[in-house]
């Protein structure tokens, strides 16, 4: 079980201000948590090969490539947008 001591300086190191009350809950709560990992260990995995993920997905993201729009394109977006200077189309500052 844990002590009151060491809910303490967990709580400080959270930075959590915790009553009396919820130390008390704290403490069962964390004594539980580390009860049931004592029993994990307590498994035997000798021969059990690590997994890294259960589903075995790799790379599921697309390629990020360039896509180049033929120049009809771009002229019919910079026609239709309401602000310009030169080459570069102007938007209204987010910052």
Not at 8 to 23: G, N, P, V
Not at 60 to 81: G, P, T, Y
Request: avoid cysteine.
């Amino acid at each position: 079980m844990i002590d009151e001591e060491l809910v303490k300086h967990i709580a400080r190191l959270a930075r959590l201000d915790l009553s009396s009350s919820e130390q008390a809950k704290m403490r069962k709560e964390l004594s539980s948590i580390l009860d049931y990992i004592a029993q994990l260990n307590e498994i035997d995995v000798k021969g059990t090969k690590p997994s890294r993920s259960v589903a075995s997905l790799y790379n599921i993201m697309r390629a990020d490539e360039a896509v180049s729009e033929s120049l009809q394109v771009n002229q019919k977006i910079k026609e239709q947008f309401p602000h310009q200077e030169g080459d570069f189309l102007k938007v209204k500052a987010i910052l």
